[in-house]
């Protein structure tokens, strides 16, 4: 039950992160065939004066560090949950010691970068870019950039308690309907797991 109301309150949390996104109006561009995802591998031509304003806006937003960020969040995150799953076992620090030294070792932060810029450049026109830059470099687009991570993490903690808030409901309405994905929690007060000694 705690994996499933985990997974539940991760998939809120996701959903509050993805909504936090600076809000940007960004023109739709016409396609008359549907978008194919970005092959990182591909070599994609993007003109190179598009490219610098990609790169000058990921650096104005600080999301040309989002790789590294994304990678200690990740790594701190995946620790947590192998010391929570398992908090008797004496191996399980080491595991995820070793673990993020060899995750660090094969992820390049800088790869992201490189992969992402034909993204941006899918969906951004010149115009765009110019836009969210002198957005960004303005007083109010810096005080935002400053304010986000603040508003994402209070929106984060807000997403989680209401996804377990919402979670354990569905949880109760589903107990009767499946006891055997939903145990009875009185029974598990009363009959604790025995211990691993």
């Given at each position: ?8 309150v ?7 992160i ?11 561009q ?10 990182a ?13 990609i790169?000058?806006l990921?650096?104005v ?14 790594i701190s ?6 010391m929570d799953?398992?908090?008797d076992?004496p191996r ?5 010691d070793a673990?993020?030294?060899r ?6 932060p800088?790869?992201?970068t490189?992969?992402?810029i034909p993204?941006y450049?899918k ?12 957005y ?7 005080r935002?950039l400053k304010?986000l991570?603040e ?7 807000a997403?989680?308690a209401?996804?377990?808030k ?11 309907e ?5 145990p ?10 025995p211990?691993?000694?």
């Open positions: 039950m705690r994996k499933m109301t985990l997974t539940c991760l998939l809120a949390g996701a959903l509050v993805l909504l936090q996104a600076p809000a940007t109006r960004v023109k739709a016409s396609r008359t065939t549907p978008a194919k995802p970005v092959d591998t591909a070599a994609t031509k993007i003109d190179s004066a598009k490219e610098a304003k790169r000058q990921m650096d937003t600080g999301a040309k560090d989002l790789g590294a960020q994304l990678m200690e969040a990740g995150q995946f620790r947590a949950s192998v799953s398992q908090p076992n399980a620090k080491q595991f995820a673990f993020a030294a995750f660090q070792k094969h992820f390049d800088h790869t992201l490189e992969t992402v993204i450049d969906y951004l026109s010149d115009e765009d870019l110019q836009g969210l830059i002198a960004y470099q303005s007083p109010l687009g810096q935002m304010l991570p508003v994402a993490h209070e929106s984060q903690m997403g989680f209401l996804g377990q919402v979670a354990q409901e569905t949880m109760d309405e589903l107990r009767a499946y006891p055997e994905f939903v009875n929690t009185t029974d598990d007060d009363k009959h604790p797991a211990s691993k000694n």
